[in-house]
């Protein structure tokens, strides 16, 4: 199936110097242009969170959690234990993927059978018939027997090995977070992994590849959404574009080198029945670079099923959310049917 990528589209328009225009479907309808709808000149810094050995303070890590899961839904993790060089090593290895031909990258496409896995561009047109200037690679990277390696890049060499290592890394992080969000709650350390899934929980990367675009003023990047997992883990490029739905605005975030940014998923948010916040976010896109991110989403089983903590129900905090299975959850979602 012949696909026409982003990248195919932001190439075509440097060359011809058709810098002031861009395909239609990608123009987006005036209340959503980031030009027009962007604070400006504010850089929005969301909580940033130490959580290395040297913060001893657990009390004070599981609170400042707590609040930044109820009041943002966002925050930033620093001293999170993943080395600098991983990193980079992780960057290095997902830009080189995406500047392998067009050909080469095809080979681990996305199909109509191979579901969310693969390389590919959102064929499913937003409502309204737009798109985001973006393209992207899915695969999963824990647990190994959910793994595809048929999705993984076989070019560059070592993508399997750093994206292994990442994978074991993201984990450790993954296992304290989710602790100090079953303390922040109220309920013992292991409540909230349980109520995930335990060790069915699947761990599944993405890279986002934005290129140059025209007209960073009237496109997207990915549309505004809430994230569909129980937490995401997200790395970016250096070039600005992430941006947060907060009082009323948008605004672009603050990175801090080499920080991890979680945002609440939907997932935790039901768990929680509430108390914790999926955050609303969308990203935009840049005129010279082109900027990437991996997020690795963390999601429970299809079969398994979600629904708010039955310990955090009371008759003051009735449950909001119903109880259903996450694949149930997720086509709901994707198909824009009530929940
Ligand atoms: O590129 C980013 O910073 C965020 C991307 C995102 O929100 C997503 O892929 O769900
Ligand atoms: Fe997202």
């Given at each position: 199936m012949d696909v026409e990528r982003v990248q195919s589209i932001a190439s075509l328009s440097n060359i011809h110097h058709t810098i002031s225009t861009i395909p239609s479907e990608f123009i987006r309808s005036e209340n959503e242009q980031p030009a027009a709808t962007t604070i400006h000149g504010v850089v929005l810094e969301?909580?940033?969170i130490n959580i290395g050995a040297d913060n001893s303070d657990e009390e004070k890590v599981v609170s400042m959690i707590m609040e930044a899961s109820r009041d943002w839904g966002i925050f930033q993790v620093v001293n999170h234990g993943i080395p600098n060089e991983l990193i980079s090593k992780l960057q290095k290895v997902g830009k080189e993927f995406f500047e392998l031909p067009e050909e080469v990258k095809g080979l681990i496409a996305k199909t109509p059978e191979s579901g969310i896995e693969g390389y590919g561009t959102s064929?499913?047109?937003?409502?309204?018939?737009?798109?985001?200037?973006?393209?992207?690679?899915?695969?999963?990277?824990?647990?190994?027997?959910?793994?595809?390696?048929?999705?993984?890049?076989?070019?560059?060499?070592?993508?399997?090995?750093?994206n292994e290592e990442y994978s074991k890394k993201i984990q450790e992080v993954s296992e304290r977070l989710i602790k100090w969000l079953s303390l922040g709650l109220g309920l013992e350390e292991h409540e909230m992994k349980v109520a995930m899934g335990g060790e069915n929980i699947i761990y599944l990367m993405k890279i986002n590849y934005y290129p140059p675009c025209p007209r960073p003023d009237l496109a997207l990047g990915v549309v505004a959404h809430t994230d569909m997992s129980l937490i995401t883990?997200?790395?970016?490029?250096?070039?600005?574009?992430?941006?947060?739905?907060?009082?009323?605005?948008?605004?672009?975030?603050?990175?801090?080198?080499n920080a991890l940014i979680i945002h609440i998923g939907d997932q935790v948010e039901i768990l929680s029945n509430g108390k914790y916040k999926a955050v609303y976010h969308r990203t935009t896109v840049n005129k010279e670079n082109t900027r990437m991110s991996w997020p690795v989403f963390l999601e429970p089983n299809p079969e398994f099923e979600i629904g708010p903590?039955?310990?955090?129900?009371?008759?003051e905090n009735p449950s909001k959310y119903k109880t259903k299975k996450y694949k149930d959850y997720s086509?709901?979602?994707l198909n824009k049917l009530p929940q």
């Amino acid at each position: 199936m012949d696909v026409e990528r982003v990248q195919s589209i932001a190439s075509l328009s440097n060359i011809h110097h058709t810098i002031s225009t861009i395909p239609s479907e990608f123009i987006r309808s005036e209340n959503e242009q980031p030009a027009a709808t962007t604070i400006h000149g504010v850089v929005l810094e969301v909580p940033v969170i130490n959580i290395g050995a040297d913060n001893s303070d657990e009390e004070k890590v599981v609170s400042m959690i707590m609040e930044a899961s109820r009041d943002w839904g966002i925050f930033q993790v620093v001293n999170h234990g993943i080395p600098n060089e991983l990193i980079s090593k992780l960057q290095k290895v997902g830009k080189e993927f995406f500047e392998l031909p067009e050909e080469v990258k095809g080979l681990i496409a996305k199909t109509p059978e191979s579901g969310i896995e693969g390389y590919g561009t959102s064929l499913q047109k937003e409502v309204g018939g737009k798109k985001g200037w973006v393209d992207h690679l899915f695969h999963k990277i824990w647990p190994p027997s959910a793994i595809n390696y048929k999705f993984w890049p076989k070019n560059p060499p070592s993508y399997r090995e750093v994206n292994e290592e990442y994978s074991k890394k993201i984990q450790e992080v993954s296992e304290r977070l989710i602790k100090w969000l079953s303390l922040g709650l109220g309920l013992e350390e292991h409540e909230m992994k349980v109520a995930m899934g335990g060790e069915n929980i699947i761990y599944l990367m993405k890279i986002n590849y934005y290129p140059p675009c025209p007209r960073p003023d009237l496109a997207l990047g990915v549309v505004a959404h809430t994230d569909m997992s129980l937490i995401t883990i997200l790395v970016p490029n250096e070039v600005q574009g992430l941006q947060v739905f907060k009082d009323d605005h948008w605004y672009d975030v603050k990175y801090i080198p080499n920080a991890l940014i979680i945002h609440i998923g939907d997932q935790v948010e039901i768990l929680s029945n509430g108390k914790y916040k999926a955050v609303y976010h969308r990203t935009t896109v840049n005129k010279e670079n082109t900027r990437m991110s991996w997020p690795v989403f963390l999601e429970p089983n299809p079969e398994f099923e979600i629904g708010p903590i039955p310990k955090l129900i009371t008759q003051e905090n009735p449950s909001k959310y119903k109880t259903k299975k996450y694949k149930d959850y997720s086509y709901c979602k994707l198909n824009k049917l009530p929940q």
